[in-house]
């Protein structure tokens, strides 16, 4: 892959019209805005700033890197996936990650992507979960993007989602989440160069979103699935 094609690459797997399913999608955010916790922009960049660092930095981003490295011995890949299944524990968020990982891996399907189309068997045989950090470490692998450039993407893409709900929900503007992108662009960079840890120390500490998302399970009016 030639370094423009890598840029090419990375542009169309980290642009929100890339179907994903991610704007079905608010991570906590639709009912954290109807408890009147985020209301304005500065408190959605302190749950997103918390997001990153305790959520996908010490989650979502060890799980990718392993999946990433193990992605051509497909037992790791599967065990890993298995992993993550009993580390979330919220069932809105845990049907969430495999829903999300489905529809992008049934998106790759469709393109003919190296791998996407034995591992959505193996899903459809209950024999895997399909969570989506591991569909993404295992699709950046087939597709030939450097590790650092899935996790970039991963943070990216994960950011975006959370914005793009605010943006639906009224909380900011198109230009507020500019800005805000802007303001974490250094964070992400920080946690995507970090050291990876063992798959022993995944860990998440985000109880507003997990208590959010529990409760939002429950609500009769909502514009998102989580």
């Known amino acids: 892959m030639t370094e423009e094609e890598h840029i090419l690459t990375i542009l169309q797997y980290g642009d929100s019209f890339f179907p994903s399913g991610a704007v079905s999608f608010s991570w906590g955010v639709e009912m954290l805005k109807e408890d009147d916790v985020i209301t304005s922009i500065n408190d959605l960049n302190d749950f997103l700033e918390n997001q990153l660092i305790n ?7 060890v799980v990718i890197a392993h999946t990433y490295l193990n992605a051509e011995i497909i037992d790791e890949v599967i065990a890993i996936d298995k992993l993550v299944e009993c580390m979330t524990v919220t069932s809105e968020l845990r049907n969430g990650s495999k829903r999300l990982g489905s529809a992008l891996l049934a998106t790759h399907t469709k393109l003919n992507t190296p791998g996407a189309q034995e591992y959505q068997r193996l899903i459809l045989k ?10 993404h470490g295992l699709i950046s692998k087939s597709i030939g993007q450097s590790k650092k450039s899935a996790l970039i993407i991963s943070a990216y893409n994960f950011s975006v989602a959370i914005l793009g709900a605010a943006i639906r929900l009224g909380i900011i503007g198109h230009i507020d989440c500019q800005k805000s992108l802007n303001k974490f662009r250094q964070l992400i960079s920080e946690l995507t160069t970090q050291e990876i840890p ?26 998102f699935a989580n």
């Open 55 to 61: 959520k996908w930095a010490s989650f979502e981003r």
């Open 126 to 135: 209950s024999s895997a979960h399909g969570h989506l950090p591991v569909v």
């Open 198 to 223: 063992s798959l022993e120390k995944i860990h998440a500490f985000t109880p507003y979103a997990d208590i959010a998302s529990m409760r939002h399970e429950n609500t009769n009016t909502r514009l």
